[in-house]
């Protein structure tokens, strides 16, 4: 509420929240396959993560191009923490939700679109390519 009284008065203000899911380093990869196990145990933040380093990322994206007013930015990975396919973690999880549209097999659940659009964001890390 603040950020947006702020450039309410100051319109040429820029004031970007980024909303950071689950921060992990590549050290932290080795516990992913774990979490197939059980898919209750990381649905708080449907199964999301951000490599550190691409958290730097949008941090650099939003000070270069963050238009002025107020946004906010979802900033997470473009995969999930999980081996297992989107489909079958949402109908075991989320029994009885409609789903619409393709879920992709492993794509994030969070929408990262904003981030990309505007602020140029792309994660480039995946614990995929770590393991």
Do not use: C
């Not at 490599?51 to 990975?77: N, W």
């Not at 659940?109 to 480039?124: N, V, Y």
Request: charged share 25%; proline share 6%; no cysteine.
């Amino acid at each position: 509420t603040m950020a947006v009284e702020l450039v309410r008065w100051h319109p040429d203000l820029s004031m970007t929240a980024l909303r950071f899911s689950n921060v992990m380093w590549p050290e932290d990869y080795a516990a992913f396959p774990s979490y197939d196990a059980d898919a209750l145990q990381r649905k708080w933040n449907l199964w999301g993560y951000i490599d550190a380093r691409d958290g730097a990322q949008a941090v650099e994206r939003a000070l270069e191009v963050a238009p002025p007013g107020f946004e906010t930015y979802i900033i997470a990975a473009a995969d999930t923490v999980m081996s297992r396919p989107n489909a079958g973690l949402v109908a075991e999880v989320f029994p009885g939700v409609e789903v619409r549209g393709d879920l992709g097999e492993h794509d994030t659940m969070l929408s990262i679109d904003k981030a990309r659009r505007i602020l140029g964001f792309d994660p480039q890390h995946s614990w995929r390519d770590e393991l």
